[in-house]
Structures are given as C-alpha cells and as structure tokens.
C-alpha cells in the first residue's frame, strides 16, 4: 500500500471548501495550501512553529460561524502538543485539526519525527479530550473526513499518514501583515478590518 | 532600602499585600470598557482575584493554557477574526514567548499582556530570579513595548495606557506588575 500524496490529500479535502478559514502550519503544509490556490480565508504560518493549533482556536472562538480547519505538520503538532489539552478543554465545535502526518522534519533534512518511532497523535488528541479521531492512510477514506469537515458539529482531529516525499515549493505570501489585513477584509468587512 | 533577611523579618508589611488585589475589579472593568472579551491566562496567584472576575462573567471568554506561549497564538487568533483579547501571566513565562512574539510583530497585531513579577523584590525562591530579572529586557528585545505599575494607584492607568497603545497603535505591550505591589510570596508564613 502506497502512502498517500500530501497535496493531493489537502485538494480533496478543500474540495467544495465554501466559508471554510484554513490555517496552515508552517512548512510543507503551507506550501499545500499554496498549491491549491490563494484564498483570501487561507493564513499560512511561515513561523509560529507550535501555534498553528492556538492560532484557529482563537479565531474559532471569535467567528463561532465559519468553520476553521488548521492543517500542519507533526513536527509542528509535536511542538504545540501541549495546545491539544487547552483546545479539548474548550472543545470549540467549528475547530478541525487535520495532522499532515509523515514522520518527518521535511524542512531540515528529513530527519524522523517522534511519530516515526512511537507517537501517535491521534491517541495524543483522544488522551487530550477530543471526542472525534481518527488516523487516514488510505485515498477512500478522504471524502468521509471532508463530509465531517463540514457536517460535523462538534471538535475534530484526523491524523492524515503522507508520505515524506519532497514536493516542489509553492510558496504563499510571506508578509504577515498582508495575510492578516486579507483574513480580516473578508471576514469583518473592509473598514472593520482597519480597526482593532 | 537595602532587603535583608532581617529587614524581611521586621516588616510584615512586605508581605500585606498578598491575595488582597484590590485593583483585580478594575482591571476587569477596563477589560469591559475596552472590549477585550477574551481573556487567556498560566495562573499566577498575583492574577487571581482578576482570573476569579474574569471567569465569573459569562459575555468573557476565559481559556486556561498549558503553557504561556500559546496565549499568543491564540491572541492572534482572535484579532484575526475580530476580537480583542488579553493574556495574564507570570514572569517565569516570559521566556517561553519568546518565539511566538514574532507572530504579532510580523503580522502587525495588537497583543496585550499582564505579567505578574517574581522574582525581584523579597522574593524567597532563587529559581525565579533569572527569569524575575530578565523579564523587562527580554519582553523588549521581543520588540515588546513595557510598562511598569509598582502601587495600586499606578495599576489602572496604566492597563488603560497599555489596552489603547496596544489596539489603538496595534503594538505588542506588557504591563509588569511588581512584586512589591503583588507582595513577596511568603513560603515561611504558610501562603500558598
């Protein structure tokens, strides 16, 4: 069994997105997210290593109606784990985490992440409080997730087994404030988004 | 004046001010005023009284974190989707913002942080003096604007300085609350 293509499993996943915010970690994942377009409800992180999570929580308690997908890494997962427990304590229901999940830190060298030898993070959300978990390692599995992503009213963590392979870059905007101005334009209207 | 433990001894008043907080309501009131509606905190027994009012209002949104730098992510977080939040600590967890710091500074968001000091006047425990000692010129190295109140009076004013530059200005801006204005934690007398 081959292990599934990172960028393919985020495309089917963002099929049909609507209103959906996506927060993406640092690293491959936003270079996912970039190879699906440029959306003005994307935020790709290009630091932050460990916050990816935090940061859609804060934006899932502040706009109770989208729905808030965070996708990331397990390197970047693994730095925040910790985040897990203040998320299922609040168990926001229009939160979904989906874990890139493969095994590596694809940014430094490929060196194994703690998920190659014996972390499961999905068992890390579960043990955390998350009601909803599940692993994904097969292609058929990825339109029940995406249904989930949506229809589903409650917090949401899936582990999503990719493979290591290095993708070409396709590289997001950098500018933080530019991301941030975007996000805000779209969600609280253009004027809204110049006051804080 | 010189602290001694002698000095320590003599003066109770170093310690009278422990769990009292008289300026806990006003903090809270200004948290109302100003529309900071999300409040996120590592506790610290100087913010108790603050985290008590917090949590005792239903229109506030409170989220206890494991540790100190996920308030900062989750400030961002909430600017972007339109909401004005605050983060309450201790100087041990100044240090473990470091990096995440760089969120609202690149990003050009407010954040705004209550840290309540040890380490720097009377203070019993020698672990907390590095980090006590470092705060202010860590949090600013961070590109961190500091503000200080040492009495009660100063506490209000300068939260209400520090929300307006932070919003207003969208900078990053920690208010020190001291030590002598927590009160030296007294391991001897049995506080907790």
């Known amino acids: ?196 | 004046m010189r602290i001694t433990d002698e000095s320590l001894a003599a003066s109770p008043s170093i310690h009278s001010q422990q769990h009292v907080q008289e300026w806990a309501e006003g903090v809270y009131e200004l948290f109302k005023a100003h529309n900071v509606e999300l409040i996120s905190f590592v506790p610290d027994g100087g913010h108790k009284r603050l985290i008590a009012c917090c949590q005792s209002d239903p229109a506030l949104s409170t989220v206890a974190l494991t540790t100190e730098e996920e308030g900062i992510a989750l400030a961002a977080g909430a600017f972007l989707g339109g909401k004005r939040s605050a983060l309450l600590m201790q100087s041990s967890g100044v240090g473990n913002c470091i990096n995440m710091l760089s969120l609202p500074r690149v990003c050009n968001m407010p954040f705004l942080v209550l840290v309540t000091m040890r380490g720097e006047w009377g203070e019993f425990n020698p672990w907390q003096v590095p980090m006590g000692q470092g705060t202010p010129v860590i949090l600013e190295a961070s590109g961190v604007i500091v503000y200080r109140a040492d009495s009660v009076e100063e506490v209000c004013p300068t939260v209400e300085a520090a929300i307006l530059l932070a919003f207003q200005s969208r900078r990053s801006v920690a208010v020190l609350l001291s030590q002598k204005l927590i009160g030296a934690k007294n391991f001897m007398g049995g506080d907790k």
Not at chain 1, 29 to 36: E, I, M, P, R, T
Not at chain 1, 81 to 92: D, E, F, M, N, Y
Not at chain 1, 105 to 134: I, P, Y
């Open chain 1, 1 to 196: 069994m081959s292990l599934l293509n990172r960028r393919d499993a985020l495309r089917a996943l963002l099929c049909e997105r609507e209103k959906m915010i996506v927060v993406a970690g640092l690293g491959s994942s936003a270079y996912d997210l970039a190879s699906c377009g440029n959306e003005p409800l994307d935020f790709p992180l290009w630091g932050a290593m460990g916050g990816a999570a935090m940061v859609g929580l804060g934006i899932a308690l502040a706009q109770p109606e989208y729905k808030v997908l965070v996708v990331t890494g397990d390197g970047e997962m693994l730095m925040g784990l910790g985040s897990l427990a203040t998320i299922a304590a609040q168990r926001p229901s229009n939160l979904r985490i989906v874990v890139m999940d493969n095994e590596r830190f694809g940014e430094t060298g490929q060196q194994h992440t703690h998920t190659a030898v014996c972390t499961d993070l999905a068992a890390v959300a579960a043990g955390c409080g998350f009601q909803h978990v599940r692993t994904i390692r097969q292609a058929g599995e990825l339109e029940a997730l995406r249904v989930d992503l949506h229809a589903l009213n409650d917090l949401l963590l899936a582990v999503v087994k990719v493979s290591p392979e290095e993708l070409p870059r396709a590289l997001p905007p950098r500018d933080g404030a530019y991301l941030t101005h975007r996000l805000r334009s779209a969600l609280l209207g253009a004027e809204p988004a110049l006051e804080a």
